[in-house]
């Protein structure tokens, strides 16, 4: 008796009447892995060094994901430290494939900064001579930011989405140095096979 009372449980149990389908995240065309080399031009957008002549970034992944609250009007950008160690949320326009961002801090610590100076207790630290001063984060602006999906082609000319920004931050000393106004971040998504 028992055993047929926990059969016939175990069976109900497992009998869920759903119409509910798994699904994906709200933005899941636009999030992936990319595959990304960085170049540095000119205020108008004009190649000042390929990727391999100044920093030799190339071929590095940068990430793009859907926030917790699964906002259609913004994700996230992560390149994981692979270029400038930036990982912040940037303005979606879903229907376009566009983004954008202006001044934001590019990452968890330089977030913390700005959100200790909006809650009026800012970090303080000190410099090479004794001087107290506020630490201010630094930030990234992206302009011209783009997801096309299906515009793209991987090495063996096979059409896949492509990825394509500028950004600039306020911590970029080598842009005077160098003469760059900006790095332009271009690629496609990642196809897991060997190129």
Not at 52 to 63: Q, T
Not at 120 to 127: K, L, Q
Request: charge should be negative; proline fraction near 5%; charged fraction near 20%.
């Amino acid at each position: 008796m028992t055993m047929a009372l926990t059969l016939s449980l175990g069976f109900t149990a497992c009998d869920v009447e759903t119409d509910e389908e798994p699904g994906g995240t709200a933005i899941q065309d636009l999030c992936g892995n990319w595959e990304v080399s960085v170049s540095q031009v000119d205020e108008n957008n004009q190649l000042v060094y390929a990727p391999e002549d100044l920093f030799g970034i190339i071929d590095v992944p940068l990430y793009t994901y859907n926030t917790a609250a699964n906002s259609t009007t913004e994700m996230w950008l992560d390149d994981r430290g692979e270029f400038w160690d930036f990982k912040f949320r940037v303005a979606l326009n879903q229907a376009a494939g566009t983004f954008a961002a202006v001044d934001i801090p590019y990452n968890p610590e330089m977030q913390e900064y700005a959100d200790s100076i909006a809650a009026g207790t800012p970090i303080i630290d000190v410099d090479d001579d004794g001087n107290p001063f506020i630490v201010e984060p630094e930030k990234a602006t992206i302009s011209d930011a783009k997801i096309l999906l299906g515009k793209g082609h991987n090495l063996h000319g096979v059409p896949t989405d492509s990825i394509s920004f500028y950004i600039t931050f306020t911590d970029d000393a080598y842009a005077a140095r160098y003469g760059y106004a900006k790095h332009h971040v271009s690629g496609t998504r990642y196809s897991g096979f060997t190129e």
